[in-house]
């Protein structure tokens, strides 16, 4: 492979990731083929074999869309796997021969029973094995697109995936004077708990978080954002606290924990969120909705 042809497939890898074609349907998100290829940028850091045995990556996949996807009653972890060989960055080299016998799309059961294999294809997987530092700039690019900053290296880590490797991009800047604005609307209190800290006059411990996703088109309003010490940014954007109609604080039925992680999150459920300064406008319902719909893992604990 001469050098130029080099740059231009590294070219069309950078766009095919930029440009993924996720499955969409009104404002619903399906970071399904996302986190495949996180999982496949992880087996190349860890040296895997360039293909990947369904039933291999089916655990791993399910584990990563219970974590991280939306809330559901069930992962599909063949979705992906399936059709992420439509734009151009994997292959099931024997789904042919699968198609004839499942139809367009075969079934879970048929891609067990034939241990369907699927993987980069080899001139990518080439030249993701000599450009280390390649691996872990798709995977912050990725990471950036479709999830916020505060999942990103735990997602990264439950893929196996190394994002400092081999010097990888830094975080792209979100918009600027958000968070100044976001904390400043709260007097830099977190409106769930109400955590304050100052180390030689500068906040520590409380974040900017956007309410709908940066990744999925929220925009960098005060009505999109809302001030949150580090422990409640987490759990709102895992989906174990969320935002009702009334901007009363949802807890998910769902997350459990000792005695200390408890009194941390039970207690709240119910609870109004803190108001912003008079003249900053609140949480927006809108806002509030999409993250109730595509983050928050109902259902509520009662107040």
């Given at each position: 492979m001469t050098t130029r042809s080099a740059t231009d497939l590294e070219r069309g890898i950078?766009?095919?990731v930029a440009h993924l074609r996720t499955w969409k349907r009104g404002e619903r998100r399906a970071p399904h083929k996302p986190l495949l290829l996180l999982y496949a940028l992880g087996r190349i850091q860890a040296g895997a074999p360039r293909l990947a045995d369904f039933v291999e990556a089916e655990?791993?996949?399910?584990?990563?869309?219970?974590?991280?996807?939306?809330?559901?009653?069930?992962?599909?972890?063949?979705?992906?796997?399936?059709?992420?060989?439509?734009?151009?960055?994997?292959?099931v080299p024997r789904g042919k021969?699968?198609?004839?016998?499942?139809g367009h799309a075969p079934l879970v059961s048929l891609a067990r029973e034939l241990h369907l294999e699927g993987g980069f294809p080899e001139p990518i997987?080439?030249?993701?094995?000599?450009?280390?530092?390649?691996?872990?700039?798709?995977?912050?690019?990725?990471?950036?697109?479709?999830?916020?900053?505060?999942?990103?290296?735990?997602?990264?880590?439950?893929?196996?995936?190394?994002?400092?490797?081999?010097?990888?991009?830094?975080?792209?800047?979100?918009?600027?004077g958000f968070r100044e604005e976001i904390l400043r609307a709260y007097e830099y209190r977190c409106a769930i708990c109400g955590f304050q800290a100052?180390?030689?006059?500068?906040?520590?411990?409380?974040?900017?978080?956007?309410?709908?996703?940066?990744?999925?088109?929220?925009?960098?309003?005060?009505?999109?954002?809302v001030a949150l010490c580090v422990l409640h940014h987490k759990l709102f954007d895992l989906?174990?606290?969320?935002?009702?109609?009334?901007?009363s604080v949802l807890v998910?039925?769902?997350?459990?924990?000792?005695?200390e992680a408890s009194a941390r999150m039970i207690p709240f459920a119910g609870r109004r969120l803190r108001s912003p300064q008079e003249g900053k406008q609140a949480v927006g319902e809108a806002f509030a909705g999409w993250h109730r719909r595509e983050v928050f893992r109902g259902p509520e604990r009662a107040a």
């Open positions: 950078r766009e095919a655990s791993c996949l399910k584990s990563l869309l219970e974590r991280f996807g939306p809330p559901s009653k069930a992962a599909h972890p063949l979705y992906p796997f399936w059709h992420l060989q439509g734009d151009g960055l994997w292959e021969d699968a198609a004839r016998r499942g997987e080439r030249l993701l094995k000599r450009r280390p530092v390649l691996v872990s700039e798709l995977g912050r690019a990725i990471l950036e697109e479709h999830f916020p900053e505060s999942l990103q290296d735990e997602i990264a880590e439950a893929a196996g995936l190394d994002l400092t490797a081999q010097g990888g991009a830094k975080r792209q800047a979100r918009p600027p100052l180390l030689d006059g500068a906040v520590i411990g409380v974040e900017a978080a956007h309410v709908r996703w940066h990744a999925y088109g929220g925009p960098a309003v005060v009505e999109n954002g989906g174990v606290l969320g935002i009702s109609p009334g901007r998910s039925t769902r997350a459990s924990g000792e005695a």
